[in-house]
């Protein structure tokens, strides 16, 4: 018997309760949460469940969340708490409402030079504190790049692609970088 997808109102690991569908994209479902036992607003990520059946995948993903959990630095979305459920694996998050670079990029077009460096510069430390933890962003791009309601840039999505080498890190911020000032992703 196949198990429901989750839906609003429901409640994952006996505390928190989904309380918005944000949207979905590779890395999977997002949705906005509140934490019951401590009276604050989480986000929650249901990793793309496509491939749970195939062995192995869940000890993976659990093992990327636990690498992505010890992250602890000002501009990484920090995760709070890794759920292995039978609807999927979640991913317990803080909550930094605001808009991906992606998203402004769409709305407003390319950024100006210093608004590109300023994004860009909080990126990088994150991916240089990540880098010495041992940890490689490796799916990095525009939409992975939070702009919160308080102007501080944080890096999200760790958790779907912990570990390997950083180099791919630095052509992917490139790439970004150059989204950013021309409003086109960078020819392949």
Same mark, same amino acid.
Not at 39 to 68: C, D
Not at 122 to 127: D, K, N, V
Not at 134 to 157: P, Q
């Given at each position: 018997?196949?198990?429901?997808?989750?839906?609003?109102?429901?409640?994952?690991?006996?505390?928190?309760?989904?309380?918005?569908?944000?949207?979905?994209?590779?890395?999977?479902?997002?949705?906005?949460?509140?934490?019951?036992?401590?009276?604050?607003?989480?986000?929650?990520?249901?990793?793309? *469940?496509?491939?749970?059946?195939?062995?192995?995948?869940?000890?993976?993903?659990?093992?990327?969340?636990?690498?992505?959990?010890?992250?602890?630095?000002?501009?990484?979305?920090?995760?709070?708490?890794?759920?292995?459920?039978?609807?999927?694996?979640?991913?317990?998050?803080?909550?930094?409402?605001?808009?991906?670079?992606?998203?402004?990029?769409?709305?407003?077009?390319?950024?100006?030079?210093?608004?590109?460096?300023?994004?860009?510069?909080?990126?990088?430390?994150?991916?240089?504190?990540?880098?010495?933890?041992?940890?490689?962003?490796?799916?990095?791009?525009?939409?992975?790049?939070?702009?919160?309601?308080?102007?501080?840039?944080?890096?999200?999505?760790? *958790?779907?692609?912990?570990?390997?080498?950083?180099?791919?890190?630095?052509?992917?911020?490139?790439?970004?970088?150059?989204?950013?000032?021309?409003?086109?992703?960078?020819?392949?």
């Amino acid at each position: 018997e196949a198990v429901a997808p989750p839906k609003e109102g429901d409640v994952l690991g006996g505390k928190y309760r989904l309380t918005t569908f944000v949207g979905s994209d590779a890395a999977g479902e997002q949705w906005e949460a509140v934490d019951t036992a401590l009276n604050r607003t989480v986000s929650v990520r249901r990793l793309e *469940a496509s491939s749970l059946g195939v062995p192995g995948v869940r000890e993976k993903l659990r093992a990327e969340s636990r690498t992505a959990a010890a992250l602890q630095h000002p501009n990484i979305v920090a995760v709070f708490e890794a759920l292995d459920l039978p609807n999927g694996v979640f991913l317990v998050m803080e909550h930094a409402p605001g808009r991906t670079v992606e998203q402004m990029l769409t709305a407003a077009g390319p950024f100006s030079p210093g608004g590109a460096r300023r994004v860009l510069e909080s990126a990088a430390a994150a991916l240089d504190y990540a880098r010495a933890q041992g940890v490689s962003h490796r799916g990095l791009k525009t939409a992975s790049l939070v702009v919160t309601d308080g102007g501080v840039v944080k890096v999200r999505d760790f *958790a779907s692609s912990a570990g390997g080498p950083g180099g791919d890190d630095l052509r992917a911020l490139g790439a970004c970088l150059y989204e950013m000032l021309t409003g086109s992703p960078l020819p392949t």
